[in-house]
T-cell receptor, first 116, second 110 residues
């Protein structure tokens, strides 16, 4: 298993500003991910945070809008840049733990972002 | 392109009765399926999983059924308890690509 600390837990931000979300894992993990859950929507993968190299973004997400850092195997940040009300969402970091055939994702507690 | 669908956004059940949450998927390459449970202000937590080589997996009050021909899985909770009230996400995985449904909010009434 993995214990993930994510902060802030919530924030209210002004349009045009940026927010950086931090994710700390209690053990070294190879794969870390950032998800977004918009109201009434499924969990959508934003990007895979790669240690020591640029993040891998999913279709519809770009580095300029969601820059990601992964300085080591236990920590990552996601920045939501130049925010607009459409960015209001829950942002979740997650790590993959593989045990035999089975893989599981463990999630942080999420960041509830509201953009005014 | 929503490959995993949970068509019921909400479900209300009486305590002690069975809760059945449903999930449909479109990608036949999915070979591993999971259910996650999410309480307010918390991240989703893993509940139970099933691989495509099985059609049933049971863990205490929770049972997941997989019907590959119908591309359908379901989560049964019996007996349901008020503490089971949460949002339940279905997930399907293939080649390290995991997709989630939109979730079903379960309310178990005392």
């Amino acid at each position: 298993s993995a214990v993930i600390s994510q902060k802030p837990s919530r924030d209210i931000c002004q349009r045009g500003t940026s927010l950086t979300i931090q994710c700390q894992v209690d053990s070294q993990v190879t794969m870390m991910f950032w998800y977004r859950q918009q109201p009434g929507q499924s969990l959508t993968l934003i990007a895979t945070a790669n240690q020591g190299s640029e993040a891998t973004y999913e279709s519809g997400f770009v580095i300029d809008k969601f820059p990601i850092s992964r300085p080591n195997l236990t920590f990552s940040t996601l920045t939501v840049s130049n925010m607009s009300p459409e960015d209001s969402s829950i942002y979740l970091c997650s790590v993959k733990v593989v045990g035999g055939y089975n893989e599981k994702l463990f999630f942080g507690s999420g960041t509830q972002l509201s953009v005014l | 392109d929503q490959q995993v669908k949970q068509n019921s956004p909400s479900l209300s059940v009486q305590e002690g009765r069975i809760s059945i949450l449903n999930c449909d998927y479109t990608n036949s390459m999915f070979d591993y399926f999971l259910w996650y449970k999410k309480y307010p202000a918390e991240g989703p937590t893993f509940l139970i999983s099933i691989s495509s080589i099985k059609d049933k997996n049971e863990d205490g009050r929770f049972t997941v059924f997989l019907n590959k021909s119908a591309k359908h899985l379901s989560l049964h909770i019996v007996p349901s308890q008020p503490g089971d009230s949460a949002v339940y996400f279905c997930a399907a995985s293939a080649n390290n690509d995991m997709r989630f449904g939109a979730g079903t909010r379960l309310t178990v009434k005392p």
